[in-house]
Nanobody, 125 residues
């Protein structure tokens, strides 16, 4: 059974950095697309970044390009989201997700089959 477990969230000041981790287990993930989404209070869940496990191609929302970096560690079966120059508007619960049968690299949450429990990121001004 596929399981995704996020960690690394916390309270940081604006301008700071965090690295979120998503430990994936239950199978091999070659062929999967791994994504990060976030959801702020009162808002819909939004796409942040995605990565094709095979090949490592990456994709980002325009709002985070240049500040967020998605990467993977094949040995640890872990996906990371490095967030730099954090802003108060980055405050949200961040979710890791996996798409097991991607025809393309989707930015739509309902295309993803598996989800983690989320990790809270709070940025103070």
């Amino acid at each position: 059974q596929v399981q995704l477990a996020e960690s690394g969230g916390g309270l940081v000041q604006a301008g700071g950095s965090l690295r979120l981790s998503c430990a994936a287990s239950g199978r091999t993930f070659s062929g999967y697309v791994m994504g990060w989404f976030r959801q702020a209070p009162g808002k819909e869940r939004e796409f942040v970044a995605a990565l094709r496990w095979s090949g490592g191609n990456t994709y980002y929302a325009d709002s985070v390009k240049g500040r967020f970096t998605i990467s993977r560690d094949n040995v640890k079966n872990t996906v990371y989201l490095q967030i730099n120059n954090l802003k108060p508007e980055d405050t949200a619960v961040y979710y890791c997700a996996a798409d097991r049968n991607p025809l393309l690299t989707s930015r739509i949450s309902y295309d993803y089959d598996y989800w983690g429990q989320g990790t809270q990121v709070t940025v103070s001004s």
